[in-house]
Nanobody
Framework: QVQLVESGGGLVQAGGSLRLSCAAS????????MAWFRRAPGREREFVGS????????DYAASVKGRFTIGTDNTKNTVYLQMNSLKPEDTAIYYC????????????WGQGTQVTVSS
């Protein structure tokens, strides 16, 4: 069974940076894509960005492009989200998720980590 565990959330001032981590446990973990999503208070969950596990190609939401960067350490089964130039509107619970095949849905989800950006 695969488990995803996020860490690295916290409180930061606007303009600051945070790095989130998502560690996957489970034998032979080899997803097709790892992604980050977020849910702000009173809003629906939204896509933040994703990365192909093999090859490393990335995709970002327009709202974070140029400020957030996704990376992986495949040897540690870990995906990162480097968040720079944070804004109060980035405040949300951030979730990592894994898609195991190209045309599948995101099947595995972490429990989420809170990011709060103060103005």
């Amino acid at each position: 069974q695969v488990q995803l565990v996020e860490s690295g959330g916290g409180l930061v001032q606007a303009g600051g940076s945070l790095r989130l981590s998502c560690a996957a446990s489970g034998r032979s973990f080899s997803p097709y894509v790892m992604a980050w999503f977020r849910r702000a208070p009173g809003r629906e969950r939204e896509f933040v960005g994703s990365i192909r596990w093999s090859g490393g190609s990335t995709d970002y939401a327009a709202s974070v492009k140029g400020r957030f960067t996704i990376g992986t350490d495949n040897t540690k089964n870990t995906v990162y989200l480097q968040m720079n130039s944070l804004k109060p509107e980035d405040t949300a619970i951030y979730y990592c998720a894994a898609k195991m095949a190209e045309f599948s849905s995101y099947y595995y989800w972490g429990q989420g980590t809170q990011v709060t950006v103060s103005s």
